[in-house]
């Protein structure tokens, strides 16, 4: 479980997170969403300990990561696994070798011992056989699926992700939210994930947060979120007329129920 607690962060005379409160439990898939400059980035950046806090803390199981000892941070740092926009792999390195990079900074598991693993997770995002291949061979989707396997292969408590859908169809895109949501969800992860896409909203928002000039403006599912009249959400969301469609569809579809 991740509890951030009235999170300040600023750069100099600019304020950007305002107080932020929020919880993240283990198998649970949560969004942060909001307008461009609203703050998501400096906020996941805080919690993957890019940011210091000016005020508030935030813990991981109890832990406050600006108290931990030397020891402690390399513990907590290998428990982390981070999916980046664009997927960030070395593009001179075989899939097999993006994948085992953890395990070889990490541990001292046999090469041996480090494959099997590698393979068991290849396998788990559906990417068997294609070890040898390179970043550049791979579609935009497969290349997801890579990061996401680098991302488990330590098998973290706490898994953070950047955008994981720019750049994919919408098709390939519900394939890698609900890849994400699964794999969340079968190894009990505590699961943040920041986006733009309205569609993972409506997929996979299990928990969402609503980010408005750095304080949380919003919180609730998927399911609260087509019912909310909280203006600043219903603005942000329903921004296109699609959604807007199907919001009143799905009030509609309640009203008669
Ligand atoms: N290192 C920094 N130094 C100074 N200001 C920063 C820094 N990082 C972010 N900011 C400012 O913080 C504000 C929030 O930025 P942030 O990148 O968190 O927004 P965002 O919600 O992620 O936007 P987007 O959706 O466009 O990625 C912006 O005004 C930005 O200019």
Known sequence: MIEVDNLHKGFGDVKVLKGITA?????????IIGQSGSGKTVFIKSLIGLHTPEKGSISFDGRINTKFTENEKQ?????????????????SQTVEDNVMFPLKMFTDK???????????VLNRVNLENSNKKLPAELSGGMQKRVAIARAIVMNPKYLFCDEPNSGLDPRTAIVIDNLIQEITDEYKITTVINTHDMNSV????????FLKEGQKAWEGTSEDIFKTDNEAVVDFV??????????????NEKKYK
């Open 202 to 209: 409506m997929e996979i928002g299990e928990k969402i947060i």
């Open 75 to 91: 513990q907590w740092r290998q428990e982390i696994g981070m999916v980046f926009q664009g997927s960030a792999l070395f593009d």
């Open 23 to 31: 919880t993240f439990l283990p198998g649970e898939t949560s969004l």
């Open 110 to 120: 046999s090469h041996a011992e480090m494959l099997e693993r590698v393979n068991f």
């Open 238 to 251: 329903y921004s296109s007329n699609l959604f807007k469609k199907v919001r009143e569809a799905y009030l």
